[in-house]
């Protein structure tokens, strides 16, 4: 049973510039949730999505969005990039949608803001 | 909101021995409690989940405690070894048909000497 898939891998943008995330999560999941890994703030929570719907959101900025496909896949969006977006961004998927169940991560996609 | 304070931020063990690491989580709502591995390039790889209907939970080498009414849970890693060196993240959740999310710990960086 395949993983949780995230493209990139690595990114490296430019100050101002915007830059799209990939998840696609392990066949059968609904659930995508996104969190942010610096080793200043640690692990932070962004969004959540079910069923193409935004469920849940973490304390960023307007900058930061997402959305899910009808396929579950999803996608987070950063505009208006800022040196301090630098960081390893995780999405986890999981299968049930009212109770906490074992969300499985990704690899992460690494992004250097230059 | 949920916060969760871990200790310690590194342990060093000697091989063999046993490892313990401690959650603090300040939401009485929160119900479930998973503890994260993760390893160098990797994502986080849930290890070993608690519900606040169980008090304690054991797999293997792997336990976790839970004492609700204290507001803290504890991972107990017995007999190490070398590959157990990782971070290791607990978080705290609540179920919420609003959508779920992970508070996490600020991690501790396990080493375990050969």
């Known amino acids: 049973k395949a993983g949780v898939t995230q493209t990139p891998r690595y990114l490296i943008k430019t100050r101002g510039q915007q830059v799209t995330l990939s998840c696609s999560p392990i066949s059968g999941h609904r659930s995508v949730s996104w969190y942010q890994q610096t080793p200043g703030q640690g692990l932070q929570f962004l969004f959540e999505y079910f069923s193409e719907t935004q469920r849940n959101k973490g304390n960023f900025p307007g900058r930061f969005s997402g959305r899910q496909f009808s396929n579950s896949r999803s996608e987070m969006n950063v505009s208006t990039l800022e040196l301090g977006d630098s960081a390893l961004y995780l999405c986890?998927?999981?299968?049930?949608?009212?109770?906490?169940?074992?969300?499985?991560f990704g690899s992460g996609t690494r992004l250097t803001v230059v | 909101g949920e916060n969760v304070e871990q200790h310690p931020s590194t342990l060093s063990v000697q091989e063999g021995d046993s490892a313990v690491i401690k959650c603090t989580y300040s939401d009485s709502a929160s119900n479930y409690f998973p503890w994260y591995k993760q390893e160098l390039g990797k994502g986080p790889q849930l290890i070993i989940d608690i519900r606040s209907n169980v008090g304690e939970k054991k797999d293997q080498r792997i336990a976790v405690t839970l004492n609700k009414t204290a507001k803290h849970f504890s991972l107990h890693i017995t007999e190490t070894q070398p590959e157990d060196s990782a971070v290791y993240f607990c978080a705290a959740s609540k179920s919420s048909a609003a959508g779920n999310k992970l508070t996490f710990g600020g991690g501790t960086r396990v080493l375990v000497k050969p």
């Open positions: 986890a998927s999981s299968l049930v949608r009212d109770k906490n169940y074992g969300y499985t």
